[in-house]
Nanobody, 126 residues
Framework: VQLQASGGGLVQPGGSLTISCVAS????????MGWFRQTPGKEREFVAA????????YHADSVKGRFTISRDNAKNTVYLQMNSLEPEDTAVYYC????????????????????WGQGTLVTVSS
């Protein structure tokens, strides 16, 4: 399984951006996908996740109401729509995929995931 994230860039505070992650070599064992972000010197931070079987989405409190994760299974793609962006949202955003079933809240833990993409940089600045 390979994950390719794209769509990052420079956006002004208050602006919007949608990033995407395409999974190749995917099979039915991939059940859930998530987004994390990381800034230099800090641990990787959970942003949002979507579970395959059974559905459901889960967003971190820091982005709830501003970010929305969605998934297009036909295209093996997961999206992160980001609105009302703040300078604190500046980070490298990574997508991740997990095989097997897990409860939704467990998807907030980076160690639960089996595959990671290379990251896409989002910079929020005027």
């Amino acid at each position: 399984v390979q994950l390719q994230a794209s769509g990052g860039g420079l956006v002004q505070p208050g602006g919007s951006l949608t990033i995407s992650c395409v999974a190749s070599g995917i099979d039915s064992s991939i059940k859930s996908m998530g987004w994390f972000r990381q800034t230099p010197g800090k641990e990787r931070e959970f942003v949002a996740a979507t579970r395959g079987t059974g559905g459901g989405t889960y967003h971190a409190d820091s982005v709830k109401g501003r970010f929305t994760i969605s998934r297009d299974n036909a295209k093996n793609t997961v999206y992160l729509q980001m609105n009302s962006l703040e300078p604190e949202d500046t980070a490298v955003y990574y997508c991740a995929a997990k095989t097997g079933q897990v409860i939704l809240s467990a998807l907030a833990m980076a160690r639960m995931y089996d595959y990671w993409g290379q990251g896409t940089l989002v910079t929020v600045s005027s």
